[in-house]
T-cell receptor, first 117, second 110 residues
Framework: GAVVSQHPSWVICKSGTSVKIECRSL??????MFWYRQFPKQSLMLMAT?????????EQGVEKDKFLINHASLTLSTLTVTSAHPEDSSFYIC?????????????FGPGTRLTVL | EDQVTQSPEALRLQEGESSSLNCSYT??????LFWYRQDPGKGPEFLFT???AGEEKEKERLKATLTKKESFLHITAPKPEDSATYLC???????????FGAGTRLTVKP
């Protein structure tokens, strides 16, 4: 199957700092990528849809000014958590469908564990 | 609004004890129902995609089935390495994103 990578795999930061998480599609091009957040023992909650070359679409209740998404190329999307606070500590996972506009399987990255002190 | 409900929340089986996990869904215009396996601290690993009622897919000890209202993931003679959280997700309408259920945490004891 298609491979999606994330970097870093884990990060610890101080409250008030910003953290950038990268999501890369390694063997296919992804015009769309999705960002999810997962709290302990809970399921994945969609945060936003990242579109190459255009603005991201955010789910209701997700602050677009706090979670900045940039999809600058067909293989890279970044999520920046600005002015992070302890409540932002979570497992952030990205995914991408290998084909656009067609119902298809999404392949997930390994996730990034963010801990804000 | 799309909704996905998985049951049970947790399931403990003895090795070799077959069982089924349920995923009930409400979606406008189902385009696909997906099963994923997630190990602790890792991203979901793709298992199956089902597109229409009556469809079935198998992989090793797992078999997924689909009706118009729900999907089942049958596990035959499970092994301890099958222990994981199994997630169900749906994709519907014009959306390419997925809506996930809360998952079933499966534990298989040797």
């Amino acid at each position: 199957g298609a491979v999606v990578s994330q970097h870093p795999s884990w990060v610890i930061c101080k409250s008030g700092t910003s953290v950038k998480i990268e999501c890369r599609s390694l063997d296919f091009q992804a015009t769309t990528m999705f960002w999810y957040r997962q709290f302990p023992k809970q399921s994945l909650m969609l945060m936003a849809t990242s579109n190459e070359g255009s603005k991201a679409t955010y789910e209701q209740g997700v602050e677009k000014d706090k979670f900045l998404i940039n999809h600058a190329s067909l293989t890279l999307s970044t999520l920046t958590v600005t002015s992070a606070h302890p409540e932002d500590s979570s497992f952030y996972i990205c995914s991408a469908p290998p084909r656009t506009g067609v119902t298809d399987t999404q392949y997930f990255g390994p996730g990034t564990r963010l801990t804000v002190l | 609004e799309d909704q996905v409900t998985q049951s049970p929340e947790a399931l403990r089986l003895q090795e070799g004890e077959s069982s089924s996990l349920n995923c009930s869904y409400t979606v406008s215009g189902l385009r696909g129902l997906f099963w994923y396996r997630q190990d602790p601290g890792k991203g979901p690993e793709f298992l199956f995609t089902l597109y229409s009622a009556g469809e079935e897919k198998e992989k090793e000890r797992l078999k997924a089935t689909l009706t118009k209202k729900e999907s089942f993931l049958h596990i035959t003679a499970p092994k301890p390495e099958d222990s994981a959280t199994y997630l169900c997700a749906v994709q519907g309408g014009d959306n390419n994103d997925m809506r996930f259920g809360a998952g079933t945490r499966l534990t298989v004891k040797p």
